[in-house]
């Protein structure tokens, strides 16, 4: 890359509550991937969470004093032109703020609505933004294995993304990309429902666990880390030996070789 | 409480007019509202002439479970028509249960079966008791069609003077007469040309019931094994032939 | 173990998860019946139908006032009488001054999920009339007595192997898991009591206002027996199924029937414009047409108008993954499963309450909404009653207090970092914590992390300093 600072891509990471707190890898590595390929990231340090597990059980007074806070915190740099995206490594939290803030503002304050639809905008989750905006194709990452690809339910079906990630996983070295029986099922997290429906949730965890298990999948890539937490708990409570991992972390893996 | 039927439909419309004049939207999601809508377009399309609209019937009847041959013209049809009751009618009960024999598409086919032995029984009433019982026991239904539609292998009958339901219905084995002249490429285009020519609305409107029918009767109810023939016939048998001369 | 459609919310999923019979069931039906509803669509412009199809529903509510008139006007003027009732105990009310007036001891039924939502079986019961289910996956409910699971495929929870036990249990006939054999039985058990019942039911797909028409889809022909050999008959429609024309339900037809079962179009679709005319051999010689509010109304002012646009095709259904897991009876004493039916259910309640469960039965996947003819957003509307049940006071208080804390702290950045390090510290004691000992039944933990992200980006940051320096 030689693009001069001026014509740089700025980026405002917005790394999730989860992976903030629980899974603070894949945030790195999306950073590391941004800046390899040219971009200048931020971090706002005063970012929290999107609202988002407030809103699915039905708390819009929550979420809604979320939202704003999100709002508050990446609003402003997209409206003084210090950023020109806002990226997440979730496909789930994107979704809460281009489709759910528009609705949780509604008929409540306009102003935020017409904020929130702004930022919408310009919020990607972050395989999209790496292909179709930085027209990454290979971020030259290996993994000598099997590798299935689960489509997170509102990555695939609030923001239709679904070749992007696919296409990013298809240039890993070594791997051998595997069908997953079911693959647009959902894995059974879906938020609060992990616990108010914990039974249903597992019922479903296993059957996404069992069609892994038919995949013979060493490894399966997700651009959610909520997924991937409940999907881990069942692969691990299950004994089986696949791993679920985020999409970043296993883009970011430099081969051995590399030296750098 | 004593129900007034006048006041429950009063009720139900000024309800009705109340939500959807009101100050808030009925919908949640508007997104997908405009204005009236246009006439629905074809679903699947069918075209070509009336041979190939008559190949294309079949198959999809065929698709479905019916059987079809595609015959020359009346006469040849009105043979093997009787050849097929002939066939068909092995039992001691080889009554064919048919519509008039005017309201058949062939002209005098009730008379031509007549002379090779086979009756047909068109019922007049049946809420009659042994009417219905006698209408119970026949194995063969003979109709003919209102209309057919080559992307479906769908036939229209409507009910009518001598155009009994129950021909359609209540036998094992349906037999039906589609004229060529009859078949049209799709359910819309159909529409279209009632609505165009004779007006739509009092087409429905002159006949008790019409119906649509696709195949033979079947159901997979049964942790969806199919299985044909549940409660309407089990055979449904085209006799397509070309009306043109 | 089967499934007690009454008993409270979390003892249906519990005897649904347990009940593998029915489960294997379900997974072999419902996976059957999405590749079906799948190669259909393919063969069509998909974008097109979907776009027609919702025009057209949208059209009619929204007009619904007027398309009512317009249809009793015509259903008269077809010689039809024509019946409003507000509620189940009036739709009940007038079946049964129906009955009596014309002396009917036997009653043929169509399968109609319409009836089925009034408790209508029970009440001709209760007036020593005998009803009969005349579709063959309601009439081996039936026989069970059990509600129907699912709007079209009622026996969908059922092997073959539990039906056999049925019909030797209850039409002391041999015997016999031939799907063929059980079908014929039920054929000649059914026949008689076409040509016995003084009175046909059915519910209505479609109802045509231009025409005065009332459309009845099945694939087996009862839908056609009870419309045309009893003396009288009646059809219950919920005030919602009116549409403008002829073409609008041919187009509804084909959307119904694609996504329900695959087919391009059912076997048959009856038309009934009134009872015979002079000089007819058959069909009614009354026709009675009930439409029906109950809840209908009360859906449009709450706004959830969208509700009201299903044609009950149950596409949103087969693709589910949760009614995929549980089956309908999970869903509680109601015709209306899956995701339509965890809308509808506490919708038509007076009381959302009565089924304050339903909203949360559901990951939000969103699938149905991918499906659905008429493109209802039904995620939206899980996701809007779920806030109504809350702002009601119908959650429990400890996720009350949960999500309040949480949102509180997570609001401002020192509160939330507090929280979260709090979270790390909790985690020993997860057999304590109900909502971590909740997880920990079936999945392993995760583990919080030793350092947030944001202490991370902090050292990059000067770690980049410094190394540029």
């Not at chain 3, 409270?8 to 997974?27: I, N």
């Amino acid at each position: 890359m030689t693009n001069n600072s001026t014509s740089r891509p700025r980026v405002a990471l917005f790394v999730t509550c989860m992976v903030d707190t629980l899974h603070p890898g894949v945030g790195t590595a999306a950073a590391d991937l941004l800046e390899r390929h040219g971009v200048d990231v931020i971090f706002p340090e005063k970012q929290t969470c999107c609202g988002q597990p407030a809103y699915n059980a039905g708390y819009r007074k929550d979420a809604r004093a979320l939202a704003r806070h999100f709002i508050d915190v990446f609003w402003p740099l997209v409206d003084e032109g210090r950023i020109d995206a806002v990226v997440a490594p979730s496909g789930s939290c994107v979704a809460m703020v281009k489709r759910q803030y528009p609705v949780l503002f509604e008929t409540q304050d306009e102003e935020y609505r017409m904020r929130a639809v702004q930022l919408g905008e310009v919020t990607f989750e972050l395989t999209q933004y790496m292909v179709d905006f930085l027209g990454i194709c290979d971020t030259g990452a290996g993994f000598s294995g099997k590798v299935a690809y689960h489509p997170c339910c509102h990555l695939l079906r609030e923001l239709r993304i679904d070749a992007q990630p696919r296409r990013l996983l298809a240039s890993l070295r070594e791997a051998e990309i595997v069908e997953l029986p079911g693959a647009d099922e959902c894995c059974g997290f879906g938020g609060l429902f992990a616990l108010k429906n914990a039974e249903i949730s597992t019922a479903m965890g296993r059957r996404k666990a069992d069609n892994l298990k038919a995949s013979e999948a060493n490894l399966v890539v997700m651009n959610d880390v909520s997924c991937m937490t409940h999907l881990n708990g069942i692969l691990e409570h299950e004994g089986h030996a696949c791993r679920a991992v985020h999409i970043a972390e296993l883009l970011n893996r430099r081969d051995e070789g590399d030296g750098g | 409480m004593t129900y007034d039927p006048a006041e429950a439909r009063r009720a139900i419309l000024d309800r009705l007019r109340g939500a959807l004049s009101g100050p808030r939207p009925v919908f949640r999601d508007r997104s997908h509202l405009s204005g009236a809508p246009g006439t629905p377009s074809a679903v699947t399309g069918a075209d070509g002439d009336r041979r190939s609209l008559a190949e294309q019937f079949g198959v999809q009847l065929e698709e479905i479970y019916g059987t079809y041959e595609i015959l020359e013209d009346a006469t040849e049809a009105r043979a093997r028509l009787v050849q097929l009751v002939t066939d068909w009618s092995t039992e001691e009960d080889a009554e064919v249960l048919s519509w008039a024999s005017r309201a058949l598409p062939i002209e005098n086919l009730g008379e031509s079966l007549e002379e090779s032995g086979i009756s047909l029984f068109v019922p007049e009433d049946l809420h009659d008791e042994s009417t219905r019982a006698r209408a119970a026991r026949a194995r063969i239904g003979l109709t003919g069609a209102d209309a057919a539609f080559a992307s479906t292998g769908s036939i229209v009958v409507a009910s009518g003077r001598g155009k009994s339901r129950a021909a359609s219905l209540l036998p094992l084995r349906h037999l039906v007469l589609v004229p060529m002249s009859r078949i049209y490429p799709t359910f819309e285009a159909w529409l279209h040309t009632l609505r165009q020519e004779q007006g739509l609305g009092s087409y429905l409107r002159v006949s008790g019931q019409i119906v649509f029918i696709t195949g033979p009767s079947k159901s997979a109810d049964i942790e969806l094994n199919l299985t044909l023939g549940v409660h309407g016939p089990r055979v449904v048998h085209a006799l397509i032939y070309d009306d043109a001369w | 173990m089967a499934v007690d459609a009454g008993a409270p919310y979390a003892t249906r999923v519990r005897q649904a998860l347990a009940d593998d019979g029915m489960r294997a069931a379900l997974d072999r039906a419902t996976g059957h019946l999405r590749e079906r509803r799948d190669r259909a669509i393919a063969e069509i412009d998909e974008r097109r139908f979907r776009d027609e199809a919702g025009a057209v529903r949208r059209y009619a509510i929204q007009h619904l006032p007027d398309l009512l008139e317009q249809l009793e006007g015509n259903l008269i003027g077809n010689g039809c009488q024509v019946h409003w009732a507000r509620d189940a105990a009036e739709a009940l009310g007038v079946v049964l001054d129906i009955a009596r007036e014309n002396r009917v001891g036997d009653v043929a039924k169509s399968k109609s999920m319409v009836t089925e939502e009034i408790g209508l079986n029970d009440a001709l019961e209760r007036s020593g009339i005998n009803v009969v289910e005349t579709d063959l996956g309601e009439f081996i409910v039936q026989l069970a007595g059990e509600p129907p699971s699912h709007i079209l495929a009622p026996v969908i929870h059922k092997r073959v192997e539990d039906i056999a036990e049925v019909f030797s249990d209850k039409l002391d006939i041999p015997h016999t898991t031939d799907p063929v054999e059980l079908c014929a039985a039920a054929r000649r058990e059914l026949r008689n009591e076409f040509l016995v019942a003084d009175m046909g039911i059915s519910g209505c797909n479609f109802a045509i206002a231009e025409t005065g028409t009332i459309c009845v889809v099945t694939n087996e022909g009862n839908g056609r027996m009870v419309t045309s050999l009893p003396r009288v008959y009646v059809a219950i429609a919920g005030i919602e199924k009116v549409v403008r024309s002829a073409e609008d339900a041919v187009l509804l037809w084909q959307a119904a029937s694609r996504n329900a079962t695959g087919q391009k179009v059912s076997v048959y679709f009856s038309m009934s414009s009134g009872p015979r005319r002079r000089g007819d051999t058959d069909g009614p010689e009354e026709m009675h047409v009930i439409l029906l509010d109950n809840g209908r109304s009360r859906i449009l002012e709450r706004g959830y108008g969208d509700a009201t646009l299903c044609i009950r095709c149950g596409a949103c259904i087969d693709v589910c993954p949760v009614y995929r897991e549980i089956g309908g009876h999970a869903y509680g004493r109601t015709p209306y499963s899956g995701p339509i039916g965890a809308v509808l259910t506490p919708l038509l309640d007076y009381d959302i309450h009565g089924a304050r469960d339903l909203p949360f039965a559901s990951s939000l996947c969103g699938a149905c909404r991918d499906v659905c003819p008429v493109k209802i957003d039904l995620p939206r509307l899980l996701l809007d009653l779920r806030s109504v049940v809350v702002e009601r006071g119908g959650s429990p208080m400890s996720e009350r207090v949960a999500i309040r804390a949480y949102s509180t702290a997570a609001r401002r950045p020192v509160p939330y970092r507090a929280l979260a390090r709090l979270a790390g510290w909790l985690r020993p004691l997860a057999g304590l914590l109900p909502p971590l000992a909740t997880w920990k039944r079936g999945r392993s933990l995760p583990r919080f992390a030793a350092r947030r992200f944001g202490a991370l980006w902090r050292e990059r940051v000067r770690d980049d300093e410094g190394g540029t320096e």
